[in-house]
Nanobody, 123 residues
Framework: QVQLVESGGGLVQAGGSLRLSCAAS????????MGWFRQSPGKEREFVAA????????YYSDSVKGRFTISRDNAKNTVYLQMNRLKPEDTAVYYC????????????????WGQGTQVTVSL
């Protein structure tokens, strides 16, 4: 069974960068496709990015394409989300998730979730 723990959130000014990490425990981490989602107050959780375990293929939402990069290190059981040129509308709690479908922006296809890390982007 895979357990996920996010880190790296914080407060940053608009235009700045942050890198989120998601550390996974469990010997089958490398078999999962990994995704990042986010949720702002009063809004539904939305898809951000996903990466396929087999070949590292990436998939992004239109709102972050060109600014965010997802990557993974199977040897370290870790997936990353590099966020550049951050905007105030990127403020949210960011969650990593593990699942078997790819590409997928649907929460229902991910069956393991982390607890989330807060990202706040100020003007």
């Amino acid at each position: 069974q895979v357990q996920l723990v996010e880190s790296g959130g914080g407060l940053v000014q608009a235009g700045g960068s942050l890198r989120l990490s998601c550390a996974a425990s469990g010997r089958i981490f490398s078999s999962y496709n990994m995704g990042w989602f986010r949720q702002s107050p009063g809004k539904e959780r939305e898809f951000v990015a996903a990466i396929r375990w087999s070949d590292g293929s990436e998939y992004y939402s239109d709102s972050v394409k060109g600014r965010f990069t997802i990557s993974r290190d199977n040897a370290k059981n870790t997936v990353y989300l590099q966020m550049n040129r951050l905007k105030p509308e990127d403020t949210a709690v960011y969650y990593c998730a593990a699942g078997f479908a790819f590409p997928s922006r649907s929460q229902s296809t991910y069956d393991r979730w982390g607890q989330g890390t807060q990202v706040t982007v100020s003007l």
